[in-house]
Nanobody
Framework: QVQLVESGGGLVQAGGSLRLSCVASGSIISINHMGWYRQAPGKQRELVATITGSSITNYADSVKGRFTISRDNAKNTVSLQMNSLKPEDTAVYYC?????????????WGQGTQVTVSS
């Protein structure tokens, strides 16, 4: 069994910062890419940022220069530092990881953490 557990969401004023963290636990052999996605009310889930096992990063245009994704391979964690937050960043943020437990690799998701940015 594998679990992804997010933390760090909350309410912040526009211009503020939050840091999200996600830890993967269970019988994990290795983790390939990890990432953060978000879903605002009435909208589809969208990519925020991803990071490969060798720390190559990719960002949505809407967050470039404001958000930074990082990972700690030894601790199976991925973090998202969010600065200069805007009301349009309000969403439920989900952690994602491509995990190998032996056999096929699977995509796993966390339960989500709410981020609300007030204007």
């Amino acid at each position: 069994q594998v679990q992804l557990v997010e933390s760090g969401g909350g309410l912040v004023q526009a211009g503020g910062s939050l840091r999200l963290s996600c830890v993967a636990s269970g019988s994990i052999i290795s983790i390939n890419h990890m990432g953060w996605y978000r879903q605002a009310p009435g909208k589809q889930r969208e990519l925020v940022a991803t990071i490969t096992g060798s720390s190559i990063t990719n960002y949505a245009d809407s967050v470039k220069g404001r958000f930074t994704i990082s990972r700690d391979n030894a601790k199976n964690t991925v973090s998202l530092q969010m600065n200069s937050l805007k009301p349009e960043d309000t969403a439920v943020y989900y952690c994602n990881a491509n995990i190998w437990r032996g056999g096929p690799r699977y995509e796993y998701w966390g339960q989500g953490t709410q981020v609300t940015v007030s204007s």
